[in-house]
């Protein structure tokens, strides 16, 4: 799968899962530097094959209580 279509559906289930769907919420938070990710925005990351790696898990971390 490559980084794009691998991005496409991290950015999917982040809206559905984590943010119920809020578009606008999910918009401000993919340009927000987290420092979790190292200070990275969740954009600059969709950007990369490794940088989706470090995301889905993030987002895992996220869905299963990982993070607060």
């Known amino acids: 799968m490559d980084s794009d279509q691998k991005a496409k559906e991290l950015f999917e289930d982040v809206l559905r899962n984590l943010f119920d769907g809020d ?33 889905e898990r993030y987002f895992k971390k ?3 209580g990982d993070y607060s």
């Open 62 to 64: 996220l869905k299963y």
């Open 23 to 55: 578009k606008q919420l999910l918009r401000r938070w993919l340009e927000t530097p987290v420092p979790a990710l190292a200070g990275e925005s969740p954009k600059t990351l969709m950007g990369t094959p490794t940088g989706c790696e470090v995301l």
